[in-house]
């Protein structure tokens, strides 16, 4: 066995690596707000993601999530109707504009906007942050084909076919519990996978159905990725993906980029209404928000850090005293994400595996919950005996190069 340098020996070891490697970030999530507005992420803002967390935390590269959620059609019949698509369209607009502005108005000498890995990999060398971006979701395009290439043309590098909910391309994983539209992908699903493939954007499955997704690798002349997503080996829910998902994710030579989110790193059990209740009442007394929803995770322990010293302590006795009435499951913590990516690397090999947080969109576990503690995650995967080699890979190098075989492919198709 291989015996590990001492505790701080590794810190440091790490840092050295973190400093060297590019890392990149495949998916968090913003509110055109944050990045345009008086208060942006110039600021620290009560925020997982800001620019000064990107910074301290040394993290090079991230893709900003143009999202759009929708409408089902369960809930509404007109979810799937021209009037939807033009209002989801809008969404994903002004969200473009916004990371427009961000990267070349408001903080243009501190991030730049990336269309390539080569980009990337030169913006960093200048001392500068690159951001990317990502749609989450295919439901703005409608059912026009010739947004594909606006939104290449508006720095768009993958889309996610769906998100939670059937869409007009694609079967969502929310399928295993609502029941099934297309059996997969949709006629109209298959033509934008060519479109994707021709323009050079990479095709998303994280949030398709399984079979949408097993279609989507069978489709795609071009290697596909899950830009957050995590396994089902290790937590069974409909969102991860099993080890056939991600066998045939590597024949096509992509890449999983394995999310640090909580509920799908670790499957627990979920609190007793006692539990939830005592919990409620301790957050009321100490005006510390509701732990739910986007960023919300962030805004907690942004609030906590905020308290004075004793209230905080207080609090935290007041935690323990529900812990020992009412135990619950411990919430998710960084070894618990990177036993995702070991299990991913030992089926897939390294070449095959990346990192994602889903920050301001629920991401976050112990120990990795906001861009400053990214350092973290290189400190475990030192840890765990990984060569700077591996962790380059793993931080950027495999998904910067299926960015760059998608682009490759997508030349030899407009030829
Ligand atoms: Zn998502």
Request: aromatic share 6%.
């Amino acid at each position: 066995m291989q015996t590990l340098p001492a505790d701080d020996q590794l810190v440091e070891q790490a840092r050295a690596i973190h400093e060297r490697v590019l890392t990149v970030d495949t998916h968090i999530d913003f509110a055109p707000a944050d990045l345009t507005g008086e208060r942006n992420y110039t600021q620290r803002l009560e925020t997982q993601f800001n620019l000064p967390n990107m910074i301290d935390g040394g993290l090079d590269a991230l893709f900003f999530s143009i999202y759009v959620g929708q409408t089902r059609e369960a809930q509404n019949p007109d979810a799937l109707k021209p009037a939807a698509y033009e209002r989801a369209y809008k969404i994903a607009s002004d969200k473009f504009d916004a990371v427009r502005r961000f990267t070349s108005e408001i903080a243009a000498d501190k991030i730049e906007l990336a269309l390539n890995a080569a980009d990337v990999r030169r913006i960093n060398a200048q001392g500068k942050k690159a951001a990317l971006m990502g749609v989450e979701n295919g439901y703005p395009l409608g059912e026009e084909i010739a947004r594909v290439k606006e939104f290449y043309d508006r720095g768009a590098r993958y889309l996610s076919l769906t998100h939670n909910g059937h869409n007009q391309l694609a079967d969502s994983h929310t399928g295993e519990r609502d029941g099934w539209k297309w059996q997969g992908v949709s006629p109209l699903g298959a033509q934008v996978i060519a479109e994707l493939n021709r323009w050079g954007i990479m095709v998303d499955v994280s949030h398709a159905s399984k079979q949408a997704m097993m279609q989507t690798a069978a489709l795609s002349r071009a290697p596909i990725i899950a830009s957050h997503s995590a396994l089902r080996a290790l937590c069974d829910i409909s969102r991860n993906m099993d080890n056939e998902q991600l066998l045939a994710l590597k024949k096509t030579g992509g890449v999983i980029q394995v999310v640090a989110y909580d509920s799908f790193v670790k499957c627990g059990k979920p609190d007793s209404p006692e539990r939830k209740a005592a919990l409620a009442v301790a957050r009321r007394d100490f005006n510390l928000p509701e732990p739910t929803g986007p960023g919300q995770r962030a805004r907690h322990q942004f609030a906590l850090k905020a308290l004075p010293l004793d209230k905080r302590r207080e609090y935290d006795k007041k935690l323990a005293e529900i812990d020992r009435q009412y135990p619950g499951d411990a919430p998710a913590t960084l070894k618990d994400f990177v036993d995702h990516i070991d299990h991913a690397v030992k089926l897939l090999g390294i070449d095959h595996v990346g990192i994602s947080s889903d920050f301001d969109g629920g991401g976050g576990v112990i120990g990795w919950n906001d861009a400053s503690e990214t350092l973290n995650v290189t400190i475990e995967l030192v840890r765990r005996g990984y060569t700077e080699a591996q962790i380059e890979k793993l931080w950027g190098g495999n998904l910067l190069r299926v960015l760059d075989e998608v682009q490759r492919v997508a030349q030899d198709l407009q030829k």
